[in-house]
């Protein structure tokens, strides 16, 4: 578009972000609410078949889809694109195993609230002045009050569950970083397809590991090639656009909608209520992620 666009110019001129902003934001929605719900119908079969061969089954089979459609030239890419790649490939395997492992111990809210740990901290490094931190703040506390409602219940949280939801969180804000570089890196979808194709590759010796064998049944490879296009085959491709059209730290802030639809999918699916001070810190990091978006960059 040109340097001139009038629209580009009045969105400069008021400090507000792009005509682009409000598909953007659509599409990064559609991607909470397509991971929440695949994670809530993945939990049955993670009891039953495991937590890293479900996981790992699924970025195989996203990643197949993807090197039959967009077919990248995989001899054309110099060394900066391959680095990029294998980075981002690596965090979208360490924070899809983690985040199974921990969904296995932990309630969707709880793990969801944790890992977004990330790109809470994602949202704050990108933040500039202490008002825009007041943002990624107002997530923190709602994360907090998310956490506190489960450590107190019967039992206490699972540290294991825990431990792993936060190197989830670890891996979604490097997800986060590099999906925004990798994107104009590479044309199309060719970059988040040799990065799925990574992740996938290294999630496969984890998931035969588990499984004992790589003679998978053949309900669990059914069921994780219906469970791949719900995560990570559509969200992948939703939020590689989204990040083409606003900047990192908004991404990172509006992704604090995630535990709210957690929520919302994990009481819908499988049934997991939440206390009077969780429903608060929901409607903290949801008027976070409001605030975010409403405010100038």
Do not use: N
Not at 152 to 176: E, Q, T
Not at 243 to 265: D, H, I, K, Q
Not at 268 to 292: D, H, N, R, W
């Amino acid at each position: 578009m040109s340097q001139h666009d009038p629209a580009r110019a009045r969105g400069r001129a008021s400090g507000r972000p792009g005509p682009g902003i409000g598909l953007a934001v659509g599409l990064a929605v559609a991607a909470m609410v397509s991971v929440q719900t695949g994670v809530s119908l993945a939990v049955p079969v993670i009891h039953d078949y495991g937590a890293l061969s479900t996981s790992g089954l699924r970025l195989c089979w996203a990643a197949l889809a993807l090197l039959l459609f967009v077919r990248p030239p995989l001899h054309r890419y110099g060394a900066a694109q391959w680095r990029a790649a294998l980075v981002l490939g690596t965090a979208m395997a360490v924070m899809s195993l983690a985040f199974f492992l921990a969904i296995e111990r932990l309630p969707q809210h709880l793990t969801v609230a944790l890992e977004f740990c990330g790109p809470l901290a994602v949202a704050a490094l990108g933040a500039r002045g202490w008002r825009a931190l007041a943002w990624p703040l107002l997530a923190a506390v709602g994360i907090g009050l998310l956490v506190s409602g489960d450590a107190h219940a019967a039992g206490g949280a699972d540290p294991a569950g825990i431990a792993y939801a936060l190197l989830a969180a670890a891996g979604w804000g490097v997800y986060i970083v590099m999906m925004k570089k990798i994107g104009p890196a590479f044309p199309g979808l060719q970059g988040l397809t040799v990065s799925l194709a990574v992740a996938a590759l290294l999630s496969l010796p984890f998931a035969a590991a588990e499984a004992g064998t790589i003679r998978f049944p053949w309900e669990q490879l059914a069921f994780t090639a219906g469970l791949a296009v719900l995560v990570p085959l559509v969200p992948y491709i939703l939020e590689i656009t989204a990040l083409r059209r606003m900047p990192a730290a908004m991404f990172g802030v509006l992704m604090s909608l995630e535990p709210a639809v957690g929520a919302t999918a994990g009481w819908i699916f499988l049934s997991q209520g939440m206390s009077a001070g969780q429903m608060l810190g929901t409607g903290l990091v949801v008027a976070a992620s409001v605030g975010v978006v409403r405010a100038r960059r």
